[in-house]
């Protein structure tokens, strides 16, 4: 078992990039399957890892922060009342300014005003390379050079500004334009939506449902505001669709003006008017042809996604929410634990995630010579810094990069089972990874892989069942060797050889709480593998008695020899 001295010569030996890499992962320890949607997946190679977070100086907000989500869905509330108070004010109280809704207004460009300072402190996903940066200097620019010009005119309260200089709340029909500046904040409504349709806990159908029936209320309630405000602002009064109505209409209450209004827009909309309200002036005549030209396109928009959504949908969404269900009601109809449908949910949910960058398919699709280069590109820096490759030939190392691949393992998932055969080994790129002891139903952690380490060596070069269950900590990117790859790179040098047994001994003696003989516990017998005598003879050859006598401890016969009759005893 792990002594306290050697878990804390491990953790000293991490260069600052694997701690980086550590922290992003580690921050989201606690991850579950409904959580994936906060991850950032790190790019292939250690270049890409190491570059991932740049230092943080100061107060730095992370966007997948659960309490930055909770604020931008109080701003999208904040929008929605923007929304709808905006034009309504405009055209309904012009005359008689409701205190209430005026305090509110301003309560609000206040929380806004709070948003645009905040927002400098904000991390942001680049565009280009996917990831986060959290360099303030480049946050304040990218804002600035964006939407900072317009998020401020939107916050400007122009009534206050109109009530300080005039005296008045309502100062005509400029001050009203400036206000609707403020639907400048809708933008924020649509990415809440785009976030939620990608969000696994909520159902697409109804979020893609929900974004369409915003919209479509919003268009309804904008055009009766402004159908009422050109009959009130009229200047013949008795020639305007309220007259004709109701020629006393201004002593009619609030309410039921509001709702003629969007009976009106309703009606228009969906084409069944004009029967008892209709447009009696030539200003309500030209705005009602606008209104209707725009319905075309709102009409052939709601048409379009709602066709694509019940009939095609959004393809590679759509076969995703349909693989959740599908593996939920495999889980539900077979009585799974809960620990199982978490892995298997998670698993697919950031398949999906990896499958949007097209990394794998990409690398696959091009000649095996650029597929090679990209390799060594992203990987070989990785492989030079194990322990196992210290010294090793260049040649060595790019025959085993070049069939190497990469793969993004969710927290809490086995990467290898115990009792498994050694077919395949890994290092690990970003993350962690758990060694465990399963002894019933029981299991203890044995030690804690991280960046840079290597996991499964010991089955693949003793090639013998693994003798612990190895599993992620964290969201891991894995570099996977087949053992076949690695005994065949082995085989092409003999000194290469030699040096990885050199290696493969001084790295395990000093892990002092773990030795080779408790690696291999449990697992000497009767297994016979030829290609681990081979081994043997090779350590007998190197004069590693320490090693050998580890090996023996593990109950490996040292009498059975290889094709030319030699034995690891006779060579020692």
């Not at 009959?231 to 004709?244: F, N, V």
């Not at 070069?461 to 003798?467: A, E, G, K, L, Y």
Request: a neutral charge.
């Amino acid at each position: 078992m792990i002594v306290e001295d050697s878990k804390k010569e491990q953790h000293v030996v991490q260069d600052d990039n694997s701690h980086e890499s550590s922290n992003s992962a580690t921050s989201i320890d606690d991850l579950s399957f409904r959580n994936l949607s906060k991850l950032i997946l790190p790019p292939l190679g250690s270049n890409g890892s190491n570059t991932n977070q740049t230092h943080e100086k100061g107060f730095i907000i992370t966007p997948m922060d659960s309490r930055y989500r909770c604020w931008e869905s109080l701003m999208v509330i904040m929008v929605a009342y923007s929304a709808w108070v905006c034009p309504f004010e405009i055209a309904f109280m012009r005359s008689n300014p409701n205190t209430t809704l005026y305090i509110t207004d301003n309560v609000v460009d206040i929380f806004f005003a709070a948003d645009i300072f905040l927002t400098f402190f904000v991390a942001y996903i680049d565009a280009t390379t996917q990831l986060l940066v959290r360099d303030r200097r480049k946050i304040a620019i990218r804002y600035l050079s964006t939407w900072f010009i317009m998020d401020v005119a939107s916050t400007i309260p122009f009534d206050l500004l109109a009530l300080l200089l005039t005296g008045k709340h309502q100062v005509g029909v400029s001050y009203s334009v400036l206000g609707m500046l403020r639907f400048w904040r809708l933008r924020r409504v649509k990415q809440f939506f785009t976030r939620l349709e990608k969000d696994m806990r909520f159902s697409y159908f109804w979020v893609r449902c929900a974004r369409l029936l915003f919209v479509t209320l919003l268009t309804v309630h904008c055009a009766g505001c402004l159908y009422y405000l050109l009959a009130d602002r009229y200047p013949h009064q008795g020639d305007t669709w309220l007259r004709t109505m109701n020629p006393n209409y201004k002593e009619t209450s609030l309410v039921i003006r509001y709702i003629a209004a969007l009976y009106w827009s309703i009606t228009t909309m969906t084409t069944v008017g004009y029967g008892d309200l209709h447009a009696v002036n030539t200003l309500e005549m030209v705005f009602i042809i606008f209104y209707m030209l725009f319905n075309l396109g709102l009409t052939a928009y709601i048409i379009g996604n709602m066709t694509n959504l019940v009939v095609e949908g959004t393809r590679r969404t759509m076969e995703f929410r349909n693989s959740i269900e599908a593996a939920s009601n495999f889980v539900c109809r077979n009585h799974l634990p809960p620990r199982l449908k978490d892995q298997i949910l998670a698993y697919m949910c950031l398949r999906f995630r990896a499958e949007s960058l097209n990394q794998q398919e990409l690398i696959e699709q091009l000649p095996k010579t650029i597929c090679k280069s990209i390799r060594h590109h992203l990987f070989l820096p990785t492989v030079e810094k194990v322990y196992l490759f210290k010294g090793v030939t260049r040649e060595i190392l790019l025959l085993l990069v070049a069939d190497m691949k990469a793969e993004y393992i969710p927290p809490r998932e086995d990467v290898i089972m115990q009792n498994e055969s050694p077919d395949e080994l890994y290092i690990i790129v970003s993350g962690e990874v758990e060694m465990l002891e399963s002894e019933m139903e029981n299991e203890q952690t044995v030690w804690t892989f991280k960046s840079g380490d290597m996991i499964g060596e010991v089955g693949a070069f003793c090639c013998r069942p693994q003798s612990y269950t190895y599993r992620t900590k964290t969201l891991s990117q894995l570099l996977k060797i087949r053992t076949s790859n690695l005994i065949e790179a082995m085989k092409t040098r003999q000194e290469d050889n030699i040096i990885m047994i050199k290696n493969f001994l001084q790295h395990h003696k000093n892990l002092k709480g773990l030795r080779l003989g408790d690696l291999l516990h449990g697992v000497g017998g009767d297994y016979g593998d030829p290609n681990m005598y081979v081994n043997l003879l090779t350590v007998a050859s190197t004069g590693n008695a320490t090693f050998l006598e580890e090996l023996l401890k593990a109950k490996l016969d040292p009498d059975i020899g290889d094709a030319q009759g030699r034995t690891p005893l006779f060579m020692t």
